[in-house]
C-alpha cells in the first residue's frame, strides 16, 4: 500500500489539500458572525463549502489507486504530532458530505423563509459550518482524541440547528434537549473508551494504536475501551436500540437541517465506527470475541424490520423518513457485520446511496412543509397533481429507498445479499428481501396520499420554487445515475474495503 508523506513545509498547493479541506468551512464560520451581514452570510458559505467539494473530488482522485495520504500538522511527525490522514474509505466520505452540504445550501435559502426567523439567518449559517467542518474534521482526522473534538464540534452545533425549528413547532425544543442528552452520553462514552486505550497504548495516533493493539493482544484494557467506543459511537449512529434521539430530531428540525443531518450526520458516524473496528482494533480481534456477529447483527436485523414496521404506521412523512432512516442504518450495519470485504464494501456503498436518497426524500418534503405549511399526510394529500415535480422527485427517490432496480438503492442492497450468500447465510439474504418488502408499503402509502386522494377544498397550493427543485431534482438524478453507473460507488467502496479489511497495514 503506497504511502504519500506531506510535511507542512510543503509549498504546493495539492500538497496542502488536506488542511484546506477543513480549513475553508471552520475559518467562514467566525467570518460570518464578525461580518454580522445576513446578505453575505450565504454566499460566504456557499462559497467555503464549495471549495471544500473541490478539494474532496481532488483528494479522492489521488487514493483511488490505494494510495494514503499523511499530512502532518505543525510539523510534528506522527505519533507524537497530530495528523491527517486520507485513503479510500474517508475520501469518498469526504466527497459524500461536501457534496449535500453544496447541494442544501441553494435549497436552504428559499426554506428558511417560513422555518427560520429572519434574525436568526446568521447565526444559522455559522452553526451550519460549524457543523460541516466538525464532520468533515471527524472525518479527515488521524488522531483519536480529535476524532471526539471535532465530534462535540459538530454536535453541538446540530443541537443549536435542530432548536431553531421551534419557530414552526415548538416540539423542536426538546427534540433538540433529547439529542443533546443522548449525544452527551455517546460522547463521554467514546471519550471513556478513547482513555482506555490510551492507558493501554500511550498513544492516540491511529495507526501507533493499531500496532500496538497487535503486540499486546487480548489486554482488557483494550477490551473495555472497545465496549465503550462501540456504545458511544452506536449512540451517534442511531444503533438500535440506542436510536431514540433520531425521530424527533429529524421531524421537528428545519427542513433543510433535516436533509443535510439525515444524509451526512450518521454516515460519518458509520464511517468511524468503521475505521476504530477495521484499522484500530482490527478484525483479528474482532474475529476471536464475535462482537459483531453476535451483538451488532442482530440488533441490525431487528433494526431492518421494527423500525420499518413503526414507519408504515407513521402519519407524518417526515417522521417516516425517519424511522426509515433507523432500519436503513440496520442495513449498513449488517454489512459491516459480516466481516467481509464484501461486505463492507456493501456498507461503504449503502452508505453513500443511502446519503444522496435521503437527501433527495427531506428536500421533498421541505418542499411540501413551504408550500402546503406541514408534512402530515392529510396536509399534503390530492399534491401529486399540484406538486407535479415535488411529487414526482418523491416517487423515483422512494423506488431508490425500495432498491427497484435501476436506483442507487439497489446496487447497494444487491451487494449486501452477495454478502450474505457469500458467507453461506441465505436466510439473512432472505430478510434482506423482506425488509425492502416493508418499505414498499411505507413508500406506497405516501405515493397512495399524493395521487390517490382528493386535494382538500379551496387548496390553493402550488409547485415549491425552483431554489428548491433544482437541489432536490440534482440528488434525484443522483440516485439514479449512480444505479446505472457503479463505476465510482463499487470502485470507491471496493478500495475502501480492502483497505480497511487489510487492518493497520491498510493505514500505511
Sequence with gaps: MATEMVPHTALTLV??????????????????????????????????????????????????????????????????????????????????????????LPYA???????????????????????????????????????????EVSSLSTYVLIAMGAERDKRALTAAYDY??????????????????????????????????????GNRTIRAGFAFIVVGIGLKVAMYPLHRWLPNAYTYAPSAVTAFVAATSTKVAVYVLLRFIFSVFQPNFLFEFNTLEYIILPFALIAMFAASFVAIFQSDFKMMLAFSSIAQIGYILLGIAFLTETGVTAAVVHLFNHGITKAALFMAVGAYVFSANGSYYDTIQGLGRRMPLTSAAVVLAGFSLIGVPGTAGFVSKWVLVQAALEKGWWPVALLIVASSLLAVIYVWRVIEVLYLRATPQGCQVREAPASMLVPMWIAVLACIYFGLNTDLTIGAAETAARGLMSGSAGMR
Design 15 to 104: 500538497d496542502q489539500l488536506p488542511a484546506f479541506q477543513i480549513l475553508a468551512s471552520f475559518l467562514a464560520a467566525p467570518l460570518i458572525v464578525v461580518l454580522g451581514s445576513r446578505r453575505l452570510a450565504w454566499p460566504i458559505a456557499f462559497i467555503a463549502s464549495a471549495m471544500s467539494l473541490i478539494v474532496a473530488l481532488m483528494l479522492l482522485s489521488q487514493v483511488m489507486d490505494g494510495t494514503v495520504i499523511s499530512y502532518r500538522m505543525g510539523g510534528w511527525a506522527p505519533p507524537l504530532g497530530i495528523e491527517y490522514r486520507v485513503d479510500a474509505a474517508n475520501a469518498f466520505v469526504l466527497v459524500l458530505v461536501s457534496a449535500i452540504s453544496t447541494l442544501i
Design 109 to 151: 435559502r428559499t426554506s428558511f423563509g417560513k422555518e427560520i426567523p429572519l434574525r436568526h439567518h446568521t447565526a444559522f449559517y455559522a452553526a451550519y459550518l460549524l457543523c460541516f467542518s466538525g464532520l468533515l474534521g471527524v472525518t479527515i482526522t488521524g488522531d483519536a482524541f480529535n476524532v471526539f473534538v471535532f465530534l
Design 180 to 217: 443533546l442528552i443522548m449525544g452527551t452520553i455517546g460522547a463521554t462514552f467514546f471519550v471513556i473508551g478513547i482513555g482506555f486505550l490510551y492507558m493501554a497504548t500511550g498513544t492516540l495516533n491511529m495507526a501507533d494504536i493499531a500496532d500496538r493493539i497487535v503486540e499486546q493482544g
